[in-house]
């Protein structure tokens, strides 16, 4: 049987995370990465280079290469230095070579796929070096990622602060696609950049493709503050355009107050409450088991359990 197309959009942990439960699966998995991040290392090296952001193209090509755990450990080695070195991620350095050498990140991403064995693909949404913009509440216009979720303040509107050209690879994937998945992860600054690209709104919209979402189990301060799982769903529909959200997938598990409360103090993230009986007013396919996981300390999700219920779905469409 062929393997069914995938292509997950989103950017930072979160995508990382489920890339690694959906590479264990038979899969033909394409990786879109909003590219807008100018925080620590990345910002550093966008400013020096005019290139795009590295930091989450690294966690990716880490999280679904195949090859020796050290490899990741290197690539998100940072140096701690007194020099110019200090707090510089060895990957980012490798991907912004591997940009200046090729020519482009794309071609650099895909050099490197090669060496990691990697078990998918993995595409920038954009070659262009732009940054992400806010229109809160207030009015007020933030520029720059990493300003917007420390404004602490409602978000209206995301957008770039210019107009950015879509990678002509990300439309062909789209358009192949069985499957568009929109990561769980930072919902205004790692999931939602990759939707205010009027050529990727027009791509999903003439794809066959049903679209899942695939929803956080905390908040985000700054950003998601009090969301539930139907108000992540109001908010991604806002930027599909003509199509919508098809399917959700959500956590039903329970998490304790005790841990909630400390996430709560140490983080400012409260659980993002499943109402169910909203979403199905919303007339959306719920996918909906405990993915749970606090083997560590951290509420984190099962990402075997994960991949296996969206994998369980693809094959029965």
Do not use: W
């Amino acid at each position: 049987m062929e393997s069914k197309k995938v292509v997950v959009l989103g950017g930072g942990t979160g995508m990382s995370t489920l890339l690694k439960g959906l590479k264990l699966f038979p899969i033909d998995i394409t990786a879109v990465v909003s590219v807008s991040d100018d925080g620590k290392s990345t910002g550093r090296l966008r400013k020096e280079f005019n290139t795009v952001a590295v930091g989450d193209i690294r966690r990716v090509l880490t999280s679904l290469s195949e090859t020796e755990p050290l490899i990741e450990e290197l690539m998100n080695y940072r140096f701690e230095t007194t020099s110019d070195l200090n707090g510089h991620a060895v990957g980012n350095l490798i991907l912004t070579a591997l940009a200046n050498i090729t020519g482009n990140l794309s071609d650099g991403i895909e050099s490197l796929s090669k060496v990691f064995n990697l078990k998918g693909k993995v595409l920038p949404l954009t070659e262009d070096n732009v940054l992400l913009a806010a229109i809160m509440k207030d009015n007020s216009v933030v520029v720059g990622e990493h300003k917007i979720t420390a404004s602490n303040k409602e978000i209206k509107k995301i957008f770039y602060n210019k107009k950015a050209q879509t990678n002509p690879l990300v439309l062909k994937e789209i358009a192949d696609a069985n499957l568009i998945i929109l990561s769980m992860g930072s919902l205004y600054t790692s999931v939602l950049p990759n939707l205010i690209n009027n050529d990727v709104k027009k791509a999903i919209e003439k794809s066959k493709a049903k679209i899942m979402y695939v929803c956080n189990m905390m908040t985000q301060p700054g950003e998601t503050d009090g969301f539930t799982a139907s108000d992540h769903i109001k908010a991604i529909n806002k930027y599909l355009g003509k199509r919508k959200v098809d399917i959700i997938v959500a956590n039903d598990g329970l998490i304790s107050a005790d841990l909630i409360s400390k996430y709560k103090v140490a983080e400012q993230k409260d659980e993002v409450v499943f109402d169910k009986e909203n979403l199905k007013k919303m007339k959306i396919n719920i996918i909906h088991n405990n993915y749970v996981d606090i083997s560590d300390g951290f509420i984190r999700h099962q990402i075997d359990k994960l991949a296996l219920d969206i994998f369980a779905y693809l094959i029965k469409k």
